[in-house]
Each structure stands twice: as structure tokens, then as C-alpha cells.
């Protein structure tokens, strides 16, 4: 198994929570100089754990069994932090009120169907918006406690802020589009990151 | 009048019932429909708004005005008077809800408060009143976690309250039960907030009303308005209102009802009550609601007023709505009146229903119907017969968690990569996965439905295939996915990559082989009905896009008034463009090409499609070597060695040739009526003449060729000289996509798409949307054929249909057009509705 240093092991992990990266969203993610991210991806392609095609990098099928091995290293001390682990006590249920939210954002409810929410309700929409933005919120403790151990962890409460921002000026694709830098994508990135960051399996 | 005058003078609340329903500037929209609702008499409780006025003040000067809180307690005792009730204090406790109510709804304001006003006395008296002490207990924990988090801005709820609340019964002491409530919420909030939740009820009505107004100015709702361009200055309202109580008894309750059946339609109320509950225990799941039929039973007349209220309301707002009502002791109140959410069926049988009792104004009643309802409803579905033979036959491999509806079939895949690939070979694609990640978005994009074993309704691919509209089944737990293996388990049945499986993403079925799907014709008799009014109203003339012979079928099924088609899609369809680059390319100048073979593969190509036809209203397009389709599906090479192809009568050769196909192909299935022949890019009558004089000479040859040649006008100065183009050739058509590129000097494939021009848009730098509006150029053009002799030409709309759009066609007098045949209903929609308003 192929050892990686950290700065490495932080561009990996980037390329396989998004599977196909260029390097300017890895850099984004990271806080990497592009240069830095390209250099990275040269020397984790020969050793086999991710390969580039057309600037964009794709994990291998060892990359993430890698990561893991590197995580339980890296991630000792967080892994036995009582304030994180009190905090990550506490996110399974913030995770499902905003699934939920995510939910009430794509469908409402209609006697006791659910129809695509078509988006005329203003009213309707600001407030799941607004609860959205409450859950964000509510990440803030425990994203703050992971900056304590890692600073790369900050990049997402900016990327929480740039997505609703967007969603504020109008560009509601930002609430739960797969193909942007959506609420729900930085989400389901954090959420994957800290499982991996602990070492846990996502709950079924 | 000086600054200090004025707010001595003026009045900063006003009662619901003295206020003007008009003035939505002062009392935002939840108080003007509150006045609204008091003014004719429907029960709302009452209550009073705190106008934008005082919100201007408290901005401008950070405090709330002089005399402010005289005000709002004069406002109090009058309402302490009209109930009876007393606010904090017994023997009935008023409690209070404060709401911000803006003129426009926006993300960031403060949302509501309810059960304000509890103090120690209000909680003792409320739990005698209803002899609950542990629903009192439940108050004070609603009320403390609300105000907490919404006025004082905690993010987290009290932790362990719940538990703490379980050890209540209905018969303990309420002073106590009040006490240790209180205290533990205020000590288990004590780090998140600067200052406790106030005992004091007057305190707390203050903080929330100040809470209100300073919600107006969050990062959120400033950038906001920033960019809806909503002044900073308009201010919100508050609404003040007494809370009613649904748990006094038998002779009180909650419930929820929709002036018609929000899921099919059908005009009978429908909804739902619960006995001796509040309504937020309705919502909860965790009691059973019984239908309204049935709860009617038990308290006959508050029923009775909320059949008449809600029938009368539905005919005054001319619209289907959702209320929330509570009774207490046996006197209904209206707490929450919406327009009721509903499904793409109901709102096309509600629309047609209310256009046909003539209660409401056919344009009114259309207002509930959306294209985008139209769309959902035209998507192919199985055909009903079919599901019930496959369920017979035990064709269904398992049922999941519908998590996006839509009937769809197709090859199953395990793999991201393979779905991608096999879709864009022109397979339809069931993705099915154990579950899904960010890394399987590209197969997902490419699937037409998605199966996952594990995860719920929330789970990323439920998410993930809602943001992308794709039919999806998650949670089949008796799946056995293996993706390595390439076979999908389910007890004895096997199933193997690339065999045929049909979804359905709302019963969560999973068929195995192809269920049959239904067309897009008449899915019901409402449906059928309300079109029909949209084209008499309209009497415009919509034809359908088709390339297949299938698709003229379908297009007749729908009613379009007849057909368009374009020679490059039928023989790109037909695979045929090589054979004709070869054709063009051969002989030893453009004009020396082999024509005879163009015209054969036009001629053979099009049999089919005129067959199907048979004789309906029919115009092809001619071939543009400009199109951006063709452009890509021809060799370049072609263009650069015969560049004359690429001006419209370049080569007179190749026009005769399509003229002569298209003669042979009308003579083998026997048409006689009129096939229009367009050629595009047409500007001057010199080019009309030189088709018309090609159009001679076929007839030389096919005399009973029942081609007429016309024009597809692309440019301004096609549009101007149209009259005169009409003379000589007289079918002509407006391509709007392509003058609307040329005039807006955007790309025709750009319209296509929502970016870059979404964003380009909210970055304000073009002041209309091109997909949405004509602008100014091309709408002129187009009032200037008004104006010009001859009938309006007609207008070939190819991208989706935008409402606006449309009602700006009609307005200038374009009543012929032709869409892509899955537009044509929509359109067919959107026309009506232009109609009407048009008056």
C-alpha cells in the first residue's frame, strides 16, 4: 500500500468525494495553489491512486482504501476529541432535518402526496430556505471543531456561504443541484468527509 | 410637518377589522389578507397588525417610535375586551401569535411565534382549563424553543426536554409543572443565548416585535432584495393575533381542509380533524387525523360553517385553497388560508371544472394550470392494463420508496460508466445501484430511471433524481445488487445487465421487461375539455414538429391542427447523410452533382412519413446547411469545397432535386393536398423567384405534385420584404429562435439552455430574457406584418414554450404556429390563456 503525506492525501481525498475533479475545484476545496494540486495529482497517478483525464482526476479503485488506512492516522486525536465527538452526537440528527429540508425543497406535500414543488410559492420557498440556512448554522460548532485539528475543513463553511449566497441572488439551482456547487452537494461532501475523517460507516 | 409631530400623530396599529384590505404597503400581505378575510366576515381570530410605518422608524432610528408602546397596549386591551380573555393572567389566558408579514414574501424574516403571553399565572389557569398539565408543560416548551431561536437567535432546541416532558401527567400540579419547565429550558439555553426568554408577557410581545423589524435587515434578506431589486425602504409588518385552542375538549379540535380533492380534483372539500387536538399534533404524525366526512359526524354545526366558509371563500378568490381551522368549543376559526398546493391532474380537472361553472372567469380559473402541469401530465405512462397483467403474471421484482414519479423502462445497468455510455448509444438506461454517490452523477444524468436497494426518501439518489427530474425507486430491501457480478437478486428471481425493466417512481414498482407505455394523447376527459376551450378561445392554429412516422401518428392523436418537419432531421434519422454527401460531392461542380440520387433518397425517405400523414396540413423545411444540427452531423469538407451549398439557392440543383423527391414521395402514398416547401435564409423576392422558377420545373416533370414553395423567414429583412416574398411563394413561416438570435446577437443553440444565460441575466447585464420575451426589434417586426396585407405568417417556436412569450405573440396577432410536438399542448395552453387575457 502506497504511503502518502497529508497534503497529498488532502487532494486525494477531494478527487474521490467528487470522483471526476478538475484541478481548479481540488484547489478550491483544499486551499491548495493550483500548481501545488497538479503536482499532487502527477505523483498520486503513479502511484496508481488516481488517474487524469482532460485535467480532471479520478480516483482508482485503491484510492479509497488509502485514504482510510492514511485517515486513522492523520485523524487519531480527532477521533478521540470529546467536544467532536459530542458535536458528531449531535449531527446525525441535523443530517436528518436537512434531508428532510432537501425534501420539502424538491416536493410539497398535497393531502398526503407528495407533487414537485414548481417553485410559486414564494412564501413556501423562503422558509425552506430559511430553514436551510438554520441547519448550516448549526453545522457551524462542529465544522469549527474539525478547523481545530485541520484547517482545510473551513473550505466548506465557505462553500455553505457561497451556495446561499447564490441561492439568495436568485439562482435556486444552488439549493440541491447535482452539477453545481449546491447546499446539498457541500453537504453530502461534509458528510462523507467526516465519515471518513472518523472512521465510521454512514448509517443505513 | 416636522419629523416629531408626525410620529406623535400617527397611528402605528390598527385592528384588523378597521383596516383597508387595499393597503398592502402599510400592512403587508399576511395583514391585508387578514383584513381582507375580517371585512366579509370569515372567521379568522382576531387581532391587529403592527404597520411597516413603525418597522420604517425603528429602522431609520433604532428604537420603536414615541408612544409605540401605548399604542400597542390600547391595541391589547381592546382585545382583552372582544375575547373575553386576559393577556398573562387568567381566568382565560390570552395568548397571542406574532407573525412578520412584508408586503413581499423573502428568505431571512423572523417566522412566527406562537403561544406568546405565558407566564407563570396564564400556564395555571390554561391547564385547569383544559385539564392537562402536561399539555401545558408541552407549551411552555414550544413557546420557550421558539422564542429562543427565533428572537434570540439559539440555534440549538433545549437538549433532553423531551424526556423531561414524558414525566408529566395530565393531573399534576401546573405551578410546578410551569416552574420546572421553565427552568430547565432556561438553563439548558443558557450558552446559547445572551439574555433569557423574558417571564414578562409584555416583555416578550416587545422583544418579538422588535425581533420582526430587525429581521428586516439579516445579510439574507438584504441580498435578497438586492437582487429582486425590492427598495430597502418598504419595511415589514407584524401581525398580532389571539391563538385559539383546539384541545379544550370534545367540542374542539384541529384539522386541515382543501376546498377540493388536491390530488385528483374532484369538487368535494377533503381533509382531515382531530379531536381535541392543536394544530401542530395534526402535522406530527403522531396521532391519526379521521377524514373530514367523518369527523363532521360529531360536531354537525361548526362543520356545517366550514363547508359554507370554505365554499364561499373558494368563489370569492376564484381559486382552490388550503386552510387550517381550529374549533374551539364548538366556534370555527380560520387560522391559515393558502392556495392549495395540488397535482398536475387536479389543477387540469379544477381549471376545467371552474371554466365550465362559470362561477369564476375562464382566465382565473386557468390560473391554477401550469404548462409545466401540462408536460407532467403528457409524459408517457404505462398503459394501466399492461400493470395490472404484469402484477398478475408476477412480473413485479420488488416495490421500493417511490422517490421521483414518472413510468419509465429500459436496459438495466450496475455501473455509472456503462449507463453513460449505453445512453448515449441511444439506450434507455435503468441504472440500479446498491446506492449512489457524487461519483455515480454521470450515469444518473444519462438514466431514465434509477434503482437503489438501500436508502429512504431522502437518501442522495432521491435527492440527487428529484434536482434532475429522473424516475426513481430507492429502499428495495430485498435487492441483492451486485454490480461486479452484473446481476440483480431479488428471492428467486434473476436478473442480468442489459435486460429489460420497467419503473415506476410512484408506486415504487419494479417490473421486470418493457411495459407498454401510452402516447401523449388525451390522458382524461378534463384534460381533452380544457384544451379544447383553450383552442376555441384562441382559435389559433398549432402544428407539430415530427421527424418519424410515429410521431405524425401521435401528432394527430393530440389534435394539432396538422404537421412541420424538416428534410435534414428525416434524413438524419434515417441515416442517410452520408449517401447524400456523396451525392452533392459528386460530378464536377456543384451544379453538376447527382441530383437524381438526392432526389431518390428524399423521395424514399419521405414515403413513410407522408403515408402517415395522409393528408393533413404539412410543411417541410428545406435542408439548411446552416442548421447547428446538421452542421455538426455533416463532413465539413462538403461546405468548403461546394460552399454555394450554403446560400439558399445557391445550388438551384439541390432545391429542384428536394422539390422533386418530396413530388415523388406525395405521388407513391397518394397525397393531394397542399405540401408546403420552405427554404430558410430566404431575403430577397430575386430568391423567391429562382424557387418558384424551380418549383416550375419540377411540375414540368411531376405535374400532379401538390408542393407548394414557401419560405422560412430567419432575418429582419426577410420578415420586412414577407408580403412581397408571400407573392411568389406563398407559404412563409418566421423562424423566431433564429431572429431572436440575430436580433438579441446570441446564439441560437444558447437559447436552448438555461446557462450561461441564466446567470448572465441575474448578473443583470441584459435587461429581458431572450427565451422569455421578444424584446423590442423583433416584437416590431412583427407589428409591422400586422399592419402589412396578407394573412400573418406563421411562427416556428423551437424552444420550450415560455407563457410570456406567447402572450406576446398573441398580442401582435400571430395565430398560426408550429412547436415540437411536446410543446404543442402546452402551447396549446399557454394560447388560451393569452386569449383570455387578451380579452
Redesign the interface.
Known amino acids: 500500500m502506497p504511503a502518502i503525506d497529508k497534503q497529498q492525501y488532502d487532494v486525494l481525498n477531494v478527487v474521490a ?4 475533479a478538475p484541478v481548479s475545484a481540488v484547489a478550491v476545496s483544499t486551499r491548495l495553489e493550483e500548481a501545488e494540486v497538479t503536482s499532487a495529482f502527477s505523483s498520486l497517478a503513479q502511484a496508481d491512486l488516481l488517474v487524469v483525464v482532460g485535467g480532471s482526476a479520478m480516483p482508482t479503485d485503491d484510492a479509497a482504501q488509502v485514504l482510510d488506512q492514511h485517515a486513522a492516522d492523520f485523524y487519531a486525536n480527532v477521533r478521540t476529541d470529546p467536544e467532536v465527538l459530542a458535536l458528531v452526537e ?1 449531527f446525525d440528527q441535523v443530517n ?1 432535518a436537512f ?2 429540508t ?2 420539502s425543497w ?8 407528495r ?2 414543488n ?1 417553485h ?4 413556501y ?3 425552506v ?2 430553514q436551510l ?2 441547519l448550516v ?2 453545522l ?2 462542529l465544522i469549527e471543531a474539525f478547523v481545530g485539528f485541520d484547517a482545510r475543513f473551513s473550505t466548506y463553511r465557505e462553500r455553505f456561504d457561497q451556495a ?2 447564490k441561492v ?4 435556486t439551482e444552488y439549493v ?4 453545481v456547487e449546491s447546499v ?2 457541500v453537504w ?2 461534509f458528510h ?1 468527509d467526516l465519515l471518513r475523517t472518523l472512521g465510521r460507516e454512514r448509517q ?1 | 410637518m416636522s419629523v416629531a409631530q408626525q410620529t406623535v400623530t400617527e397611528t402605528f396599529t390598527v385592528r384588523f377589522e378597521d383596516a383597508d384590505s387595499q393597503d398592502v404597503g402599510r400592512l403587508g400581505g399576511k395583514g391585508a389578507g387578514l383584513a381582507e378575510m375580517t371585512a366579509h366576515g370569515f372567521p379568522v381570530p382576531p387581532g391587529f397588525v403592527i404597520t411597516t410605518a413603525a418597522c420604517r422608524h425603528f429602522l431609520d432610528h433604532g428604537v420603536l417610535p414615541p408612544g409605540f408602546d401605548d399604542q400597542v397596549a390600547a391595541q391589547l386591551a381592546l382585545l382583552e375586551r372582544r375575547t373575553g380573555k386576559s393577556f398573562g393572567a387568567g381566568p382565560e389566558p390570552l395568548l397571542l401569535s406574532v407573525r412578520s408579514g412584508a408586503p413581499v414574501s423573502m428568505p431571512g424574516m423572523m417566522d412566527t411565534i406562537l403561544d406568546l403571553g405565558l407566564s407563570r399565572e396564564s400556564a395555571v389557569q390554561l391547564a385547569e382549563a383544559t385539564h392537562d398539565t402536561r399539555f401545558v408543560a408541552d407549551l411552555v416548551r414550544r413557546f420557550h424553543t421558539m422564542y429562543a431561536e427565533t428572537v434570540l437567535g439559539a440555534l440549538e432546541g433545549p437538549d433532553g426536554v423531551m424526556a423531561l416532558l414524558d414525566g408529566f401527567r395530565p393531573d399534576d400540579d401546573a405551578g410546578d409543572a410551569f416552574d420546572r419547565m421553565w427552568a430547565f429550558c432556561r438553563d439548558a439555553l443558557e450558552d446559547q443565548v445572551d439574555e433569557p426568554v423574558p417571564t414578562d408577557p409584555r416583555a416578550q410581545l416587545r422583544g418579538a416585535i422588535e425581533a420582526v423589524f430587525g429581521s428586516w435587515n439579516t445579510r439574507r434578506a438584504r441580498t435578497y432584495r438586492a437582487h429582486h431589486k425590492i427598495s430597502d425602504d418598504v419595511g415589514t409588518a407584524v401581525v398580532v393575533q389571539m391563538m385559539v385552542f383546539g384541545n379544550l375538549g370534545d367540542d374542539s379540535g384541529s384539522g386541515v381542509a382543501f376546498t377540493r380533492d388536491p390530488i385528483t380534483g374532484k369538487d368535494e372539500l377533503y381533509g382531515e380533524f382531530l379531536i381535541s387536538s392543536q394544530g401542530e399534533d395534526v402535522v406530527s404524525g403522531e396521532f391519526t387525523p379521521v377524514p373530514i366526512r367523518e369527523a363532521e359526524q360529531s360536531l354537525p354545526g361548526p362543520f356545517a360553517d366550514l363547508r359554507k366558509r370554505c365554499a364561499e371563500l373558494e368563489r370569492r378568490r376564484g381559486d382552490v385553497l388550503d386552510i387550517e381551522f381550529t374549533i374551539e368549543r364548538s366556534r370555527l376559526y380560520f387560522l391559515q388560508v393558502r392556495s392549495a398546493k395540488r397535482t398536475a391532474e387536479a389543477a387540469v380537472r379544477i381549471a376545467n371544472d371552474m371554466w365550465g361553472s362559470e362561477v369564476v372567469d375562464p382566465l382565473r380559473a386557468l390560473s391554477g394550470v401550469s404548462t409545466d402541469h401540462i408536460r407532467q401530465i403528457q409524459r408517457p405512462r404505462f398503459v394501466p392494463d399492461e400493470i395490472e397483467a404484469a402484477r398478475g403474471d408476477g412480473r413485479v421484482v420488488t416495490v421500493g420508496i417511490g422517490a421521483c414519479p414518472g413510468q419509465v423502462h429500459g436496459a438495466l445497468c450496475f455501473d455509472a460508466d456503462a449507463a453513460k455510455e449505453q445512453a448515449e448509444q441511444g439506450t434507455a438506461v435503468i441504472l440500479a445501484r446498491p446506492n449512489t454517490s457524487p461519483a455515480d452523477l454521470h450515469g444518473m444524468i444519462a438514466a431514465e430511471g434509477i434503482v437503489t436497494a438501500t436508502g429512504g426518501s431522502t437518501s442522495h439518489a432521491a435527492v440527487v433524481a428529484r434536482a434532475l427530474g429522473t424516475t426513481c425507486v430507492v429502499g428495495c430491501g430485498d435487492l441483492d445488487i451486485d454490480p461486479a457480478g452484473g446481476t440483480l437478486r431479488a428471492g428467486d428471481i434473476v436478473l442480468r445487465a442489459g435486460d429489460q425493466v420497467s419503473l415506476d417512481g410512484t408506486t415504487g414498482e419494479l417490473f421486470s421487461g418493457t411495459l407498454p407505455s401510452t402516447g401523449s394523447a388525451s390522458v382524461s376527459e378534463s384534460f381533452t375539455s380544457l384544451l379544447d376551450r383553450c383552442r376555441r378561445a384562441s382559435g389559433a392554429t398549432v402544428l407539430a414538429r415530427v421527424t418519424l412516422p410515429g410521431q405524425a401518428a401521435e401528432a394527430q392523436a393530440i389534435d394539432s391542427h396538422g404537421m412541420v418537419t424538416a428534410l435534414d432531421d428525416v434524413l438524419a434519422a434515417a441515416g442517410r447523410f452520408e449517401a447524400l454527401a456523396a451525392a452533392l460531392s459528386a460530378g464536377a461542380t456543384a451544379d453538376t452533382a447527382d441530383f437524381a440520387a438526392v432526389e431518390s433518397i428524399v423521395a424514399e425517405e419521405f414515403e413513410a412519413l407522408l403515408a402517415a400523414t395522409a393528408e393533413a396540413d404539412m410543411t417541410v423545411r428545406a435542408f439548411d446547411f446552416l442548421a447547428d444540427d446538421t452542421h455538426e452531423l455533416l463532413d465539413r469538407s462538403l461546405l468548403s469545397a461546394r460552399p454555394q451549398l450554403a446560400l439558399p439557392l445557391g445550388v438551384p440543383g439541390f432545391v429542384e432535386a428536394q422539390l422533386g423527391g418530396l413530388a415523388r414521395a406525395a405521388d407513391a402514398t397518394g397525397r393531394t393536398a397542399p405540401l408546403g416547401f420552405a427554404l430558410r435564409h430566404v431575403t430577397d423576392v430575386g430568391e423567391a423567384r429562382e424557387l418558384t422558377a424551380a418549383h416550375r420545373r419540377v411540375l414540368a416533370r411531376y405535374p400532379k405534385s401538390p408542393v407548394v414553395p414557401g419560405v422560412y423567414a430567419t432575418s429582419a429583412s426577410a420578415v420586412r420584404v414577407a408580403a412581397e416574398l408571400a407573392e411568389e411563394a406563398p407559404v412563409v413561416w418566421l423562424d423566431l429562435k433564429l431572429l431572436m438570435a440575430r436580433d438579441w446577437g446570441i446564439p441560437a443553440w444558447l437559447l436552448l439552455t438555461a446557462q450561461p444565460l441564466d446567470d448572465y441575466l441575474r448578473a443583470g447585464r441584459l435587461n429581458g430574457d431572450p427565451r422569455a420575451q421578444l424584446g423590442d426589434g423583433v416584437r416590431s417586426l412583427l407589428e409591422s406584418l400586422t399592419a402589412a396585407p396578407g394573412p400573418m405568417p406563421g411562427i416556428r417556436l423551437s424552444m420550450p414554450v415560455a407563457d410570456s412569450l406567447v402572450a406576446e405573440l398573441y398580442a401582435v396577432g400571430c395565430r398560426t404556429f408550429a412547436a415540437d410536438l411536446a410543446e404543442v399542448q402546452p402551447l396549446t395552453l399557454a394560447l388560451g390563456r393569452a386569449a383570455l387575457a387578451a380579452g
Open positions: 468525494l467528487k470522483k471526476l449531535r436528518d434531508l428532510t432537501m425534501s424538491q416536493q410539497v406535500k398535497v393531502g398526503d402526496r407533487v414537485a414548481d410559486t410559492d414564494e412564501d420557498d423562503a422558509k430556505i430559511d440556512d438554520r448554522a448549526r457551524g460548532p446561499l449566497e439568495d441572488q436568485g439562482a440541491s443541484s447535482p452539477t446539498h452537494n453530502f461532501e462523507e443505513a
